[in-house]
């Protein structure tokens, strides 16, 4: 991986002046977060010579200021952006009077005693804006993208590698496919069952099976599933064993909607001769999550997919409106559909 690579170079001292950690993995950011913080500063001095800016609480002048502030009983002042969606086409969460201008100027000519590092948890940057087309001539990229189904699993051995650990081959793929094959959440889930393995330093089926629980959308994929199979006894099964748990059936529904919009947004795109990476590059989603729709999509006709969402949208307007007792309303079309 090239971010591995370029944790390396500034593990190493290999550090430049400006850094870019765009993507969406939050493991990543993270982990690129903390080899900045653990290498630019040392920890005695980290009070004084570090700087964090939210871009969404203040202007990026502040963060500039710092920047060009010389160090205090130090080399290297840090400096961490967060949230720069200025870089971006996206419309900011509160109005910040942001002057891009004295950021361009710092960019043409960076303070040789500082690093700063622009953390964009972002797919895309505006290429046509000026401040990006500078950002991009002098920044390092770290490129913190969500990874692929290869690149998770190999992340993880390599995690359990380093540590000394070794899994079974089903006992991983079991943890990839409860996780969804996201990075971060293997991570978690993987610290859990390293310390749970501590004696014996290998991770069985067993463990990852009874410490691994689904998460909420593993639970209402298995729903819409059942749903789409007419399968309505287990159905029912699945929603009242998550009403138990105390879920919202609006949220529940929900989800649900955003994963048959999926679906009908994968089918219209295979029907136009789209392939799975290109689905993946127009829709934006997580490439497993692409995969396991057009899995889906093959084995489900389109009309029975559009007719699922419209009830779903009725369900979710019933649900808004409190129209009748609110756990009833998913069941019913549960119910109606499986009928």
Known sequence: MDFEKQLDRIKNGQVNLVYLVQGKEPYLQELARKVFLETIVAPEDQDLNVGRFNMEEVSIQTAIQDAESVPFFGERRLVLVDHPSFFTGEKEKKSMDHQLERLQAY??????????????????????????????KVAVLLDASE??????????QDSLRNHHYTIQE???????VKTQYSLTNSMKELDKLMIASIDTKMIPLELVESLVAKTLEQNIFELGESILKKEGVKALQIYHDMLLQKEDPLKMNAILLGQ????????????????????????????????????????????????AFMQLVDTEYALKTSVGIKEMQLEWFILQFCA
């Not at 795109?269 to 729709?293: F, N, S």
Request: no cysteine; proline share 4%.
């Open 107 to 136: 960019l043409e000519n960076p303070m040789d005693s500082s690093v700063m590092v622009f953390f964009a948890p972002y797919d895309k940057l505006d290429q046509r804006k000026k401040i990006v087309k500078q950002l991009k």
């Open 147 to 156: 990874l692929t189904e290869r690149d998770v699993k190999q992340h993880i």
């Open 170 to 176: 089903e006992a991983l793929e079991t943890l990839l």
């Open 260 to 307: 048959f919009r999926l679906l009908l947004q994968v089918s219209y795109l295979k029907r136009e001769g789209y392939q799975e990476p290109e689905i993946q590059k127009t829709l934006g989603v997580h490439p497993y999550r692409v995969k396991i729709a057009l899995q889906q999509s093959r084995r489900f006709g389109l009309s029975l997919l559009e007719k």
